[in-house]
């Protein structure tokens, strides 16, 4: 047989499977109740409204576009109408501003192959977004903390980069209802995240999957807004904005898109045409109809139910949690973070729980850039109803308190 591993890039020592996409195996068990994946529960897809446009399209010849080869820019009314929702939220463009990517993992993936040398570094959050880490390790970077309230000074961001072979690329974050933490960004925060990037002369990548997802407190502007606010066009900004549909209307058509500076989409044009060409245009098609008729709706109608199952499950863990677990109220999004005592190991006790309780999680340290973090857990509250939220919990309790260090 042929040995493939001496063929193999240097890099791909640096790809491991993602533990989330592992644990969504286990939700074909009847008996699972899974806390693990991102995902939200398809009862609430607006199917009525996706069946509709997909019958329109193939009534009144819009087929033969739609099954046709298109632009790598993507499906020009879409980008329209994102460009409108952009505004609306701080940031004029146009849809020469925003690139459709095949969902926003895409986007991520592709900025870091913009971006990234190997040997550079990327500021990311500890911990932060698993799937960003899995796309930005293909590009062979070093890793330094973001942190809005403990930065370290430019210059020492700037010699520890030097010390690592390369220089500052970009700065990622998530500023509202963080995965995995749910946690959401202060103005303080976010204006310090800019000037630490405008000192670094670096870009500033804005993961805005869940921005909106929120439940309650006051919005806050998107870093874009913000930069725009500062330099007073789309054009001079340094954020680059990743916005998908998979929390909204539905994941399984794979869009997301990019919202950035001209030059910037004009590069990513070039990563699209050699990668996928342009994704899928009868899909694309089907969403802008969609998105046209009904996104505000649907997103008023999931906010409140996943509203009422965050507080569900917060209640839950009240009831059922021994002394010694924390964990944070999201004002919006999918996630609850959970922190153990430190001598507990989150990876082992999934592996019992999986088993012995029949309940799903995401151990913590598969988010940080270190593997640090192993006390720490990841909970997704949008795929289960009230009654499975509670019954798992109170599973995943007992079992807590079970391990726990002064229960040997």
């Avoid at 009314?77 to 994102?82: G, N, S, T």
């Avoid at 929702?85 to 501003?97: D, F």
Wanted: proline share 5%.
């Amino acid at each position: 047989m042929t040995d493939w591993a001496h063929l193999y890039a240097d890099r791909s020592k640096r790809m491991g499977a993602s533990e989330i996409r592992e644990l969504l195996k286990l939700l074909d068990q009847p008996d699972m109740i899974s806390f693990a994946g991102g995902i939200p529960d398809p009862a609430l897809f607006p199917a009525d409204a996706f069946k509709q446009a997909f019958e329109d399209l193939f009534s009144d010849g819009g087929h033969q576009t739609a099954l046709q080869y298109s632009v790598s820019e993507g499906y020009k009314p879409l980008r329209d109408w994102i460009a409108g929702q952009m505004a609306a939220i701080g940031v004029p463009c146009s849809a020469e501003n925003i690139i459709i990517t095949s969902g926003a993992q895409q986007a991520v993936d592709y900025l870091g192959k913009l971006f990234l040398s190997a040997g550079d570094t990327a500021l990311v959050g500890w911990p932060t977004y698993l799937g960003a880490l899995q796309a930005f390790n293909a590009y062979e970077p070093a890793y330094q903390r973001l942190d809005p309230f403990a930065n370290m000074s430019a210059q020492a961001y700037r010699e520890t980069a030097a010390a690592a072979g390369g220089a500052v690329k970009f700065a990622y974050t998530s500023a509202d209802f963080a995965n995995p933490t749910g946690e959401t960004l202060t103005l303080d925060a976010r204006n310090g995240i800019l000037d630490l990037a405008g000192d670094l002369d670096i870009a500033v990548i804005e993961d805005a999957a869940y921005q909106s997802l929120r439940f309650d407190g006051e919005a806050l502007p998107p870093l874009m807004a913000l930069d725009i606010a500062r330099c007073g066009d789309i054009e001079a900004t340094r954020t680059i904005y990743c916005g998908s549909f998979s929390k909204t209307l539905s994941p399984g058509l794979r869009l997301g898109w990019v919202c950035a500076a001209t030059p910037v989409i004009q590069k990513l044009v070039l990563i699209k045409q050699a990668s996928d060409l342009n994704s899928s245009t009868l899909n694309q098609m089907v969403m802008a109809k969609v998105a046209m008729s009904c996104f505000e709706e649907q997103v008023t109608r999931i906010r409140k139910v996943y509203s009422e199952r965050r507080d569900h499950m917060l209640a839950a863990l009240e009831r059922h949690m021994p002394a010694g677990v924390t964990w944070g109220r999201p004002e919006g999004g999918m996630f609850l973070w959970l922190q153990l005592p430190e001598a507990m190991d989150a990876g082992a006790l999934m592996e019992q729980s999986v088993t012995s309780a029949k309940v799903a999680f995401v151990p913590g340290h598969a988010f940080f850039a270190d593997g640090s973090g192993q006390n720490c857990m990841r909970l997704n509250f949008t795929s289960c109803g009230p009654d499975r939220i509670e019954e798992g919990i109170a599973r995943l309790g007992r079992l807590i308190a079970e391990r726990m260090p002064w229960a040997a």
